[in-house]
């Protein structure tokens, strides 16, 4: 089955960090750029991140500049997204998703990240 | 920033049609990506590029774009279809944001 599979959310205190991962299976990996969605706890689809298949161009969302790097491992076919200084705001559902043609045609369960002390 | 407006909730009746609208800055002349998503679940695409469905979408979902609005509309609409709708669109002008509507919590009366 095609699909995408995040892992490595959890709770942690403000300033801390955390690393989100996401594995993809039954497709070509290489081919997609792949983003990063976030949802925060009642809240609308928030845009992360995105990266292309080569991981040489990367994409932020302001409020997560300087803080969140998108990388990605094609060997792995596997995406990542490492998140330093967190903050109470950034607690949320992040889902992975894959990239077509400026839609996001493929989402995976997400991973439950919260920023709290 | 671009802003997409939708209304907030939608009601409608089984076997009734359902409008979802999205509002935004001359937006007929973006594409226009439309997504479902049931309570506890990941989102699914159910329109791209304004009207196109993916496979494995009903043909009762359909959308259009024109103007400053893109529409979503569910015809013949089940109990199975009370969601929430999201529009999108990929602003390539701006740091190639993916920018989402606010929204539309869709109740099957």
């Known amino acids: 089955e095609v699909q995408l599979v995040e892992s490595g959310g959890g709770l942690v205190q403000p300033g801390e960090s955390l690393r989100l991962s996401c594995a993809a299976s039954r497709f070509t990996f290489s081919n997609y750029w792949m983003s990063w969605v976030r949802q925060g706890p009642g809240m609308g689809l928030e845009w992360v991140a995105n990266i292309n298949q080569d991981g040489s161009e990367k994409y932020y969302v302001d409020s997560v500049k300087g803080r969140f790097t998108i990388s990605r491992d094609n060997a792995k076919n596997s995406v990542f997204l490492q998140m330093n200084s967190l903050r109470a705001e950034d607690t949320a559902v992040y889902y992975c998703a894959r990239d077509h043609g400026g839609s996001l045609n493929l989402w995976g369960q997400g991973a439950l990240v919260t920023v709290s002390s | 920033s671009y802003v997409l407006t939708q209304p907030p909730s939608v009601s409608v009746a089984p076997g009734k049609t359902a409008t979802i609208t999205c509002g935004g800055n001359?937006?007929?002349?973006?594409?226009v990506h439309w997504y479902q998503q049931k309570p506890g679940q990941a989102p699914v695409l159910v329109i791209y590029?304004?009207?196109d469905r993916p496979s494995g979408i009903p043909e009762r979902i359909s959308g259009s774009n024109s103007g400053n609005t893109a529409t979503l509309t569910i015809s013949r609409v089940e109990a199975g279809d009370e969601a929430d709708y999201y529009c999108?669109?990929?602003?390539?002008?701006?740091?190639?944001?993916?920018?989402f509507g606010t929204g539309t919590k869709v109740t099957v009366l």
């Open positions: 001359n937006i007929g002349s973006r594409n």
């Open positions: 590029y304004d009207s």
């Open positions: 999108q669109v990929w602003d390539t002008n701006l740091n190639h944001l993916y920018v």
